[in-house]
C-alpha cells in the first residue's frame, strides 16, 4: 500500500516538493497540468473587422468624391434576370399555379377558382386592368 501512496503524491505534488528531494519525472503517459499556463485568449488575438449594412456602405461612398467610371453600390448596372417572371393570383395575391383560358385570370387554388368563375365579366375586366392586361372578353 506504501508504493501506491507513493505514486499518487509524486502525480498532485509539484516536482520541487516531491518526498525524495528529486525532481520528479512524474508517470509515463499522465500529464501535470498543474504548473501549465493556458491564457484564454492568444496574446496577438484582435476581433474580425466590424460589419457594415448597406445604409453606412452607401452614406460612406456618398461622402467622397468618387469618379463617374467608379462602381458603387447606387450606380451598379446589373444585366436583367434571367430566371422566369413570378406570375401572382390576381384574387389572393399569392403565388399563381394556374390560368383560366377563358378570363386569362391568374388564380392561386381551386377554390379562388370557384369565385372566378362566379364574377360578372366586368369585374374580371376590372381585375385585368389592375395587372395592366385588359383584353376584350366575348
Not at 14 to 19: D, N, Q
Not at 90 to 112: F, K, M, N, Q, W
Request: net charge positive; charged share 20%.
Amino acid at each position: 500500500m506504501t508504493g501506491a501512496s507513493s505514486m499518487t503524491s509524486s502525480i498532485t505534488t509539484s516536482p520541487s516538493s516531491s518526498s525524495s528531494g528529486i525532481i520528479d519525472q512524474g508517470v509515463p503517459g499522465v500529464l501535470n497540468m498543474e504548473h501549465a499556463h493556458k491564457p484564454f485568449k492568444k496574446p496577438g488575438w484582435r476581433p474580425l473587422k466590424k460589419t457594415r449594412n448597406l445604409k453606412q456602405i452607401i452614406a460612406q461612398e456618398k461622402s467622397k468624391e468618387w469618379k463617374t467610371s467608379t462602381p458603387t453600390h447606387w450606380n451598379i448596372e446589373a444585366l436583367p434576370s434571367m430566371t422566369p417572371q413570378k406570375k401572382y393570383c390576381d384574387i389572393t395575391g399569392l403565388e399563381a399555379r394556374y390560368t383560366d383560358p377563358s378570363s386569362r385570370l391568374r388564380y392561386h387554388s381551386t377554390e379562388v377558382f370557384q369565385l372566378i368563375k362566379t364574377q360578372p365579366i366586368g369585374v374580371v375586366q376590372q381585375y385585368l386592368g389592375l395587372r395592366n392586361a385588359a383584353v376584350v372578353l366575348k
